[in-house]
């Protein structure tokens, strides 16, 4: 792809330009529409097992494309206990992505998926890895944030989408409109990283969530 993966973007290894507030709403809404055709709109579920941001490719125009299938899982409908999900051969995903029941032997689902879009959304957000040195001793991404939320959230943001905000309106402090997105964007993220499953929200209401996130940041000038 013409402008690589979405890992190049978030961490450059140089001081190359980075990534607005508007081109991550839209990265992230086009990564939460391709999983939720993933898993609402191939007749059977697929699970894609492994989002990342090295997996999520961009195009000349910025478009993202949800990549590395290799490891997905087709859900079984044999049985109503498998209708949600499929067992797993060995674990799946990559560290500091992986949902936290795949660790304790859980069955690959879509909410793993969800959970995993969930960080990745974080990541986006705070300019931090789930890898991070920071994260250890039961702190992860998710729990990070969520301590922070709403009072400290300022405090956590990636501080070069509040720079670039700044500088697109005439050097002053960012508005309150990229403020108000940023929140429900990470609002969006908390959902999707609840510890348990059955409490994430589903990726058909993420793709929703960040539809009506973008329609409010395009249209509100103020």
């Known amino acids: 792809m013409p402008n690589g993966n979405l890992e190049k973007w978030l961490h450059p290894k140089s001081n190359s330009e980075t990534l607005t507030l508007a081109q991550m709403i839209c990265i992230a809404s086009d990564v939460a529409s391709a999983l939720e055709y993933l898993h609402d709109g191939c007749g059977n579920p697929i699970i894609h097992c492994d989002v990342k941001p090295s997996n999520i490719l961009l195009d000349h125009a910025m478009t993202a494309h949800v990549s590395d299938l290799g490891i997905a899982e087709f859900f079984v409908h044999a049985t109503e206990k498998s209708k949600n999900s499929t ?14 029941e795949y660790g304790m032997g859980g069955r690959a689902s879509t909410a793993g998926d969800v959970y995993s879009f969930g960080v990745l959304l974080l990541e986006m957000l705070t300019g931090k890895r789930p ?31 509040l720079r670039q905000e700044s500088e697109v309106e ?6 309150h409109r990229n403020i108000r997105c940023m929140i429900q964007l990470i609002k969006v993220a908390l ?18 969530e960040i539809a009506y996130i973008w329609e409010v940041f395009s249209n509100d000038p103020w």
């Open 87 to 100: 067992s797993l051969s060995g674990l799946r995903g990559s560290i500091g992505y992986i949902a936290p």
């Open 131 to 161: 890898t991070d040195e920071i994260f250890k001793e039961g702190l992860s991404l998710p729990s990070f944030v969520n301590e922070a939320f709403p009072e400290r959230i300022m405090e956590i943001v990636y501080s070069a989408i």
């Open 170 to 175: 005439s050097e002053q402090p960012a508005d």
């Open 191 to 208: 959902l999707c990283t609840v510890e348990l499953p059955k409490h994430r929200i589903k990726m058909r209401q993420v793709a929703a």
